[in-house]
């Protein structure tokens, strides 16, 4: 992977999530000094154990919710890349109040300490979940429809702070809507995991996953090295005319979980022949989901000169051997 953040010093807000720690492993390889803040609700240790013995990085174990912490986290940081929230559509329909806590309050104190620290760049996780009910295939950056969950609508309203805080505090924000990100050190556990890891961990146990609905939903799955160089890019462009507005970040094509699933036992297959024997089972479809999501990179491609290098079937190759090693 090319490099392309060097030698500065960033918060990674969640930096002990799948994406996060991800981050910070990029980062680290590149001479830059890493803050990591997490609470441990939904990151793991286990994802940045590799990295507590680097000099260059520092574990605050704290709240968003707490501005203090993030006050404490954001001291000296060049660059934030935020990335700490409470995920899941149906996680946010069981409990919104905790979801509008950790994705609306605490985004918000950290737009606060960011601006009283004097941060000169601040991305942000974004959400593909922000097309809510708009059909327009693919999606552009400025053509939005009703949030169709909490959690959409939590993700909504970053993007409002994020564009009154840049034009009050002349603070220089951008945020990335991440569409289905996918790769190693993906949780395939609990109620709210995704499905990439969720399938894979079912076909290697040799017990059938549930696909809601038919099969004919489609996603725009992104690789995780997609997203840091989103991120990345976002960090270090200087085009002004880039900065205060919020991008797609995805490879730009759709595939269904039929097919998603063929590939998973076909790539899997190869540890294991019986995989490609699992029956696959249907269930209902789920509240809060859109049927298709498509992507135009097109923005992102121009003013950051986002240039993803992996599709969903490049992206399954390089995973694979990870899913297959830890989710066994």
């Not at 000094?33 to 680097?54: H, M, Q, W, Y």
């Not at 939903?217 to 919020?246: C, G, L, M, P, W």
């Not at 297959?269 to 097109?298: C, M, Q, T, W």
């Amino acid at each position: 992977m090319e490099r392309i953040l060097e030698s500065k010093k960033v918060l990674v807000t969640g930096g002990a999530g799948f994406i996060g720690s991800n981050i910070c492993e990029k980062l680290l390889a590149q001479d830059n000094e890493v803050v990591c803040l997490d609470n441990f609700a939904t990151g793991k240790r286990v994802n940045i154990e590799p990295f507590l013995s680097n000099k260059k990085f520092k574990l605050i174990e704290g709240d968003i919710r707490n501005l203090n912490d993030c006050m404490e986290a954001a001291k000296g940081a060049e660059i934030v890349l935020h990335q700490a929230a409470l995920g899941s559509v149906p996680r946010s329909i069981g409990d919104p109040i905790t979801s509008n806590e950790v994705n609306v309050s605490g985004f918000l104190n950290m737009l606060v300490a960011a601006r009283d620290n004097g941060v000169k760049r601040f991305v942000y996780a974004a959400s593909s979940s922000t097309y809510g009910d708009s059909t327009n295939l693919p999606k552009v950056e400025d053509v939005i429809g009703k949030p169709l969950s909490p959690y959409a609508i939590t993700k909504y309203v970053n993007e409002l702070y994020a564009d009154v805080f840049a034009k009050l505090y002349d603070m220089q924000i951008i945020g990335l809507r991440y569409f289905n990100v996918f790769g190693r050190r993906q949780d395939p556990d609990g109620a709210y995991a995704a499905v990439i890891p969720k399938f894979v961990k079912s076909l290697i146990r040799h017990e059938s996953p549930v696909i809601n609905g038919d099969g004919t939903y489609s996603r725009d799955f992104t690789y995780i090295d997609n997203v840091i160089q989103a991120n990345e890019k976002a960090a270090t462009v200087d085009n002004i005319e880039a900065v205060n507005t919020v991008y797609n970040v995805a490879f730009g094509e759709r595939t269904t979980l039929n097919e998603l699933i063929n590939s998973l036992q076909e790539y899997l297959s190869d540890f294991d022949s019986e995989i490609a024997n699992v029956e696959i089972k249907y269930g209902p479809e789920r509240a809060g989901d859109i049927p298709h999501s498509l992507a135009s990179i097109a923005k992102a491609s121009e003013l950051l000169n986002y240039n993803p290098k992996y599709n969903i079937q490049s992206g399954l190759k390089e995973a694979i051997g990870w899913y297959w090693e830890n989710l066994k």
